[in-house]
């Protein structure tokens, strides 16, 4: 925590939600069918947690179940974190959106096919739209798989100075700024605010973020001691507890997993996917954001950073992008209940988050089963059992 900051955390509202029956049916029949191992979830309205269970296991084969406060591999939420961070700095004048990341990165040069080397912004990393992409995205023989670029989830021997070199010997997809495309910008963002701040990634995180809201399960190296919830993966009968290493399909490609990297003092730190906490440590993050950004970001910047900077562009149809998390613009073209302006994301370990500013609620969704925690019918059911009908 940051000397002399009072913290306040999140209350917990005396009324009842009256959406948690409905909560409740969707969880119970995702964990008695098996699909999803086990889970926590808690939920905020107007500011209060209106709604916070454990379900299911944290480590089936122990039949050890899930307890409050247990800590999740965050995966790709991760991204929110760390954005956060640059937006702080960027609060301070140190960094700015139109900055070239050469400013801070000389030698990070990466070209398009034709030889062009076109300039890569801030903004570019924070929105996904630099032209760079994901190793698991790719087929085998795809230059970040041929040149062993780390997604950040397995346990290569690489630093992250040396995983940004490779990534800039890989070619861009396009323009930067033309489209929108996953990849491992925030890495790369990582790598800048290490030279801007002149720290390591987790201890910027640490003195931007996660101090000042005193939120510390948020970590990038979890301690021997400490447990993390187990991770398992979508199989049939049931699903897989992962091995260390794991590789799972995904898309047109396989992503790499390394569950024991979480404990590993000496992987780099991903700002993509490095990341481990607790539910309700990441739903105090989440508020501060929704809320206005005190104490880590100016209204202002929480507020562009909620907000599409990509018009249409974007993830998933009637979505667009903001400065670092997905933002809904078209419910129906997106098929959900939340409200235009509610924004998102996911952690492919199985975790999922999402804010609706309209309807003041925010909720975090931590499970340990990939992908069915992140992706299909378990998060699209319990974001319509969240609303009334």
Known sequence: MVRGLKV??????????????????VIDA???????????????LDGAIVYHRTAGLADRESRRPVQPHDTFRLASMTKAIVSVTALALVDRDVLHLQDPVTRWLPDFRPRLHD????????????????????????AADGPYRQL???????????????NIRRIAAAPLLFDPGERWNYSVSVDVLGAVIERATEATLPEAVRTLVTGPLAMDSLQFVASRDQFIVTPYADATPEPVRMSNPFRLTFVGGTIDFAPERAYDRNAFPSGGTGMVGTAVDYLHFLEAIRTGGAPVLEPPTAAAMTRSALGALGPNPGCGFGLGVQVLADPVAAQTSMNPGSWSWGGVYGTHFWVDPVAALSVVVLTNTSLAGTFGEFPSALQRAAYPA
Do not use: C, K
């Open 115 to 138: 030889g062009r080397e076109p300039v890569i912004t801030i903004r570019h990393l924070l929105t996904h739209s630099a032209g760079l992409n994901y190793g698991f995205l790719e």
């Open 30 to 44: 995702v964990i008695d069918a098996g699909a999803i191992v086990g889970m926590e979830i808690v939920a905020a």
């Open 148 to 162: 062993g670029i780390s997604d950040g989830l397995d346990q290569a021997p690489v630093t992250l100075q040396e």
């Open 8 to 25: 306040s955390t999140v209350p917990t509202s005396a009324r009842p939600w009256s959406r948690a029956a409905a909560v409740d049916r």
